[in-house]
């Protein structure tokens, strides 16, 4: 037998772990149900008193062996960091009594936070001061307060921001976002999607996506960056994902490093990790089957109602093309694949727009985050919201764990939380500009405002993809003649990077409004970039337009030259088509008038 495992059984008989909080109300249970139990829908029990961690603390450990995991999964049963594999480190919370047996096992620590409790007693002292005079980010807020400033942007901004929800959770609460768009619902436009708190406890993923929204909502013309997204796209925000869990982290006999929602499994047994009940990877690493777990990830994929939720309105919206899902902590830029080490087929794309995304981080206050495809990078985690949105919706996606290392994990102070938000805001930002420019479009060669009638018009514009490649017929030539459904035509590839295709010919007195599209499997990109509201317009002259002589359809000089031919006194006023004025005689009033047409 293993030397090293016949430690850890002796260590843990001299040593029984004590990692659960002392509390008057369990965080846990000992119960343990697994996966084919069936779970109980039911209003949640009221707890009378509040979890508190007194004697707790939060460690950094190094992680050497699979021995050493085992050692410590018996110790806490509280994973605070993003993964946990061996030869890495990870923070756990656990008592402070356990030190000595990792001490015993000569497993390599660090405490981070000395005093868990007094960290948590010092926030809820801070919060129940009056706020009203300080500014809505100077400190955490409550979904009543999150929910109030949404319905704020609407009142505000009606024109541009509408509440928009995605079903309702466990215990009936409304998954509420915001649309931000200046054209009216169903309009196709691309659009992105940041959504927050699916762990409950995260409280600094709430105010994250809540300062994107903000920013949104009240730059919406005065920042040009902002406004030339809104011309091109349309945003939307969901802050609190899981708003039963969020709101037991703030409740009166809550817990306030709750993290999954709150199903009622059995007795004192509560929650599903929804960042967990996923269907790409499913059941994989990184997940439980042990309904106790902070990871249980639900009987089946989707078992629970607010991924079902999220997961509807996400499908139900086909013009997503990028989404961040907004966590904390750890200063980390994640995206697909997190169920396998295995690249993603688009990891040059995604890597094409995730490193810039880093460095837009920095750029803000010099924060570093690491960045990678996630099972590969970071480790192993099965079921996540963004290996679906990418894997199954084909958007660019992937998670953001946010401020900061360790030092405050989920107890942020105040001081953090714009600075955080602001070099998240630059990363959403860096993603949508990213995207939108992904396959710009110069057209090359078109026809003017004014063309002859019954003759066709050519096109030819250049697009060079910097993301993704385009996909099989990807540049389109689309028109609609007066008003009518959009016709299409497939632009031909005649090197370098450039295509051709033709509007087709109308008659006189119409008007085709057109544009070229360019589709990559991440997005379509237009010119006129804010298509569908503005397109390039050709038109030809009114019908029977006098002044067009030679019947070309065009006044120009030719026709001119024929009139000068005509100058002077007309010999039949009938058979003297210059005489535009009709006075009986071609001249500088004919012209004139004709000079107005040309």
């Known amino acids: 037998m293993n030397i090293s495992f016949i430690a850890v059984v002796v260590l843990l008989a001299i040593a029984p772990p004590s990692a659960k909080p002392q509390t008057t109300k369990s965080a846990s249970t000992s119960n343990v149900v697994v996966d084919d139990v069936p779970t109980v829908s039911a209003p949640a029990v009221v707890p009378t008193d509040t979890v508190r961690f007194d004697g707790d603390v939060v460690v950094r450990v190094s992680i050497r062996s699979a021995q050493d995991l085992m050692l410590v999964n018996q110790l806490s049963d509280d994973m605070w960091s993003h993964h946990v594999g061996v030869g890495g480190d990870a923070d756990f919370r656990m008592s402070q009594a356990d030190l000595g047996t990792l001490d015993r096992a000569g497993i390599p620590y660090r405490v981070t936070i000395a005093d868990l409790q007094n960290r948590i007693d010092a926030e809820q002292t801070r919060l129940a001061q009056p706020m009203e005079s300080l500014s809505w980010f100077s400190d955490f807020k409550n979904l009543t307060a999150v929910n109030a400033r949404l319905d704020e942007m609407v009142a505000a901004y009606p024109n541009l921001v509408s509440i928009v929800n995605a079903g309702t959770s466990i215990q009936g609460r409304v998954i509420r976002g915001i649309r931000i768009s200046r054209y009216p619902a169903g309009t196709v436009l691309p659009a992105f999607i940041f959504t927050g708190t699916m762990h409950a406890r995260e409280w600094a993923s709430t105010m994250t996506t809540m300062w994107i929204a903000d920013q949104f909502v009240e730059n919406n013309t005065s920042d040009a960056r902002i406004s030339a997204v809104l011309n091109s796209a349309e945003v939307y925000i969901f802050p609190v994902q899981n708003p039963d869990g969020y709101e037991y982290t703030w409740a009166t006999g809550g817990n306030r490093l709750w993290r999954k929602n709150r199903r009622l499994i059995s007795g004192t047994t509560y929650g599903v990790d929804l960042n967990r009940n996923w269907s790409v990877g499913w059941g994989g690493s990184g997940s439980s089957g042990t309904t106790s777990s902070d990871t249980y990830r639900g009987t089946a994929a989707f078992s629970e109602p607010e991924s079902v939720g999220m997961r509807d309105f996400i499908a139900a919206h086909t013009n997503l093309v990028g989404h961040i ?12 694949w997190s169920y396998t080490t295995t690249l993603s087929p688009d990891q040059t794309a995604l890597a094409a727009v995730g490193y810039p995304m880093q460095t837009a981080i920095a750029s803000i206050n010099g924060k ?25 919706q084909g958007m660019m996606a992937g998670t953001i764990e946010v401020r900061d290392t360790g030092t405050y994990g989920f107890v942020m102070p105040t001081s953090e939380i714009v600075p955080n938000a602001k070099e998240n805001h630059a990363a959403a930002m860096a993603m949508m500009e990213k995207l939108l420019a992904s396959s710009p479009i110069t057209i090359t060669l078109a026809p003017g405002s004014l063309v002859a009638d019954n003759t066709a018009s050519t096109v030819e514009v250049q697009t060079i993809p910097v993301v993704s490649t385009l996909i099989t017929n990807g540049v389109r030539l689309k028109w609609k003649l007066d008003g009518g459904t959009i016709q299409s035509a497939v632009m031909t590839s005649i090197g370098s990077n450039k295509y051709r295709a033709s509007l087709p010919a109308i008659p006189c007195g119409s008007q085709l409004s057109w544009f070229v599209e360019a589709e990559t499997k991440f997005i379509i990109t237009h010119a006129p970039l804010n298509k569908p509201t503005s397109f390039n317009i050709t038109a030809t002259n009114p019908c029977g337009n006098p002044a067009d002589l030679d019947g070309s359809g065009i006044i120009d000089s030719a026709d001119l030259s024929l009139m000068l031919l005509e100058f002077g006194r007309c010999d039949v006023a009938s058979n003297c088509p210059a005489d535009l004025d009709h006075s009986g005689e071609v001249d500088s009033g004919d012209v004139s008038l004709m000079l107005l047409e040309i």
Request: proline residues 5%; charged residues 10%; glycine residues 16%.
């Open 325 to 336: 899902d907004f966590h904390s902590y750890s200063q980390l830029w994640l995206w697909p």
């Open 368 to 392: 570093n985050y690491t960045a990678g495809p996630s099972g590969s990078t970071y480790g192993l985690t099965g079921g996540c919201i963004d290996d679906w949105t990418y894997g199954t």
